[in-house]
């Protein structure tokens, strides 16, 4: 489609569920407006799907499942499909990425050179990842002959949050039907927009009812979809909270889940870093995605010697990062996704300041309209304050002293979470140790954020349990069945002779 007269003109005036190839359409029932978070106007409407709706979706992702065509497709062909949803991603980019930042607030230019590019990735990397998949074969028992197949577990649920849609929902999805499954996706109620043209797109190229799409609340259509009783694995990305109640759910219907939730991760700066890069990466690490990230190095642990300096540099590159319209390709921070996250971001300057941090910088929206925050940064008293210790997910730096390594694995650790952390030091003993003794599901030293989809990713502690990648991803969403064939000749015992 050609880009319309206004980015506007792209979201579509009612979001309705994806069901069996098609919207609903307009059915009546709750709405929810959506709104663009740059100024706060509504510009589109989200049709709640209730139970009931759930059901169809569900049931149609049960028929597409029971279809062999689907469940049991050549891998070139299923490898086909994964590539031509790439493509469709990349030549629908503009549109995909607009609605992204209409509805999320996230930087179209961050949107189009990242998170799309990254959805396209997703389905392209499983695309890869399922024809290089080994196999196990077991022969010590010289009688027997031992092999595990591999096989889809059925219909997934899979649940979204609002801070990064387009990236984390198709890591969900291109992995869900990668292994043969076919599955129902919530996104969160907030940012519907991008994921249903996703779900369209891929509509187009999958058989209908492999990829659904349910929009509402999560109490209600999310709470629906995780207990429906033909859902076989749900894999959800989220608060720590609603992530204790899917696994309450998942427990009680013995369902297999997987949750990636909060983080506050501890950036570690050592006196012998590359200053500069530990500079960029401090800023990339907690102002990307407009502050809004599980990944965000929101803890800064600074070596007392470099103290000062690191974090009057660091203050004076906040203070020239340009905070404004999302649509502009010379924003660097756009706008907090909504009205109540902002007021939620900056009821934490009133709380440092109570536990004796000082503001360093930022704490005020900006006197415009929309959801804009200042960058912000406080220098907290002790990593036990309030500021260290809960996910503010914003643009907002909590910087911390410490002595020496020892104290700062310490302090790195002291955290309920243990998502990502970040190590920036020239000294390789150092790097090992410290990204071997703090507990967190991934380390990156001296980078910021590079995602390898190969590897493993997920939190421990509160921060999540399961993993995904190539071979986390294909442990969940696929069952192993264990096959024994007799390969000599075995006498068997004789009942009743
Ligand atoms: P949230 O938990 O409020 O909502 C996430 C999704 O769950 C939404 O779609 C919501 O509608 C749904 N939901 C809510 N209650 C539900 C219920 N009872 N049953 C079923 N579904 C329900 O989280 P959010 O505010 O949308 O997202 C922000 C959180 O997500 C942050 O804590 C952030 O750290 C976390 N997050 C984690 C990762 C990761 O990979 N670990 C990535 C991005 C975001």
Redesign the pocket.
């Known amino acids: 489609m050609s880009a319309p007269a206004s980015p506007f003109d792209w979201a579509p005036k009612l979001v309705s569920s994806f069901i069996d190839g098609a919207f609903v359409g307009e059915v009546g029932g709750y709405r929810i407006p959506t709104f663009y978070p740059g100024d706060g106007r509504i510009i589109s409407e989200l049709q709640e799907a209730d139970a009931l709706e759930v059901d169809r979706a569900v049931r149609s992702a049960r028929r597409a499942f029971n279809d062999p065509a689907w469940r049991d497709m050549a891998v070139e062909a299923r490898q086909s499909i994964l590539y031509r949803i790439a493509e469709t991603i990349e030549a629908n980019a503009l549109e995909l990425a607009t609605l992204e930042t209409l509805n999320a607030g996230i930087v179209r230019r961050d949107v189009l050179g990242r998170q799309v590019l990254r959805a396209a990735y997703n389905f392209r990397f499983f695309a890869e990842a399922i024809s290089q998949q080994p196999g196990q074969v077991w022969q010590q028992n010289k009688d027997y002959l031992t092999f595990v197949t591999r096989h889809p577990v059925g219909v997934a649920a899979l649940?979204?949050?609002?801070?990064?849609p387009l990236a984390?929902a198709s890591m969900k999805v291109a992995s869900a039907i990668a292994f043969g499954n076919t599955c129902v996706l919530?996104?969160?109620?907030?940012t519907p927009l991008s994921l249903a043209r996703l779900v369209e797109l891929i509509n187009d190229i999958t058989p209908p009812g492999v990829v659904n799409l349910v929009n509402g609340?999560?109490?209600v259509?999310?709470?629906a979809?995780?207990e429906h009783p033909d859902i076989d694995l749900i894999a959800?990305?989220?608060?720590?909270?609603?992530?204790r109640?899917?696994m309450q759910?998942a427990g009680r219907r013995l369902k297999p889940a997987a949750v990636?939730?909060?983080?506050k991760s501890a950036n570690i700066i050592f006196a012998d870093a590359d200053q500069e890069r530990a500079l960029d990466g401090a800023l990339i690490s907690i102002f990307s995605n407009n502050g809004q990230?599980?990944?965000a190095g929101s803890r800064i642990l600074v070596e007392d010697s470099i103290f000062d300096d690191f974090v009057g540099r660091f203050v004076e590159r906040a203070q020239k990062i340009r905070v404004g319209d999302p649509l502009d390709d010379a924003t660097e921070i756009g706008p907090i996704a909504s009205a109540r996250h902002r007021e939620h971001i900056l009821s934490y300057v009133g709380v440092a300041q109570s536990q004796g941090a000082s503001l360093l910088t930022g704490g005020h929206a900006l006197d415009r309209p929309g959801y804009f925050v200042e960058p912000t940064a406080v220098l907290a008293p002790s990593n036990s304050d309030r500021v260290c210790q809960e996910?503010i997910?914003g643009p907002f730096a909590a910087f911390v002293k410490f002595r020496d390594m020892e104290d700062a694995i310490r302090m790195a650790n002291e955290s309920q979470f243990g998502?990502v952390g970040y190590c920036w030091t020239q000294n390789l003993d150092k790097a090992l140790r410290v990204s071997q003794g703090v507990r967190t599901g991934l380390m990156w030293v001296n980078t910021p954020m590079v995602r390898e989809l190969r590897a493993p990713?997920?939190?421990v502690k509160d921060?999540?349990l399961g993993r995904d990648g190539a071979a986390a991803s294909m442990a969940f969403f696929t069952e192993e069945k264990t096959t024994t064939i007799p390969i000599a000749d075995t006498t068997l015992r004789k009942f009743g002779v």
């Open positions: 649940i979204a949050p609002w801070n990064s984390l919530k996104p969160s109620e907030q609340r999560g109490g259509t999310g709470a979809l995780t959800f990305t989220g608060g720590t909270e609603t992530g109640q899917i759910t990636e939730l909060g983080g990230q599980c990944l996910e997910f998502l990713f997920g939190g921060s999540g």
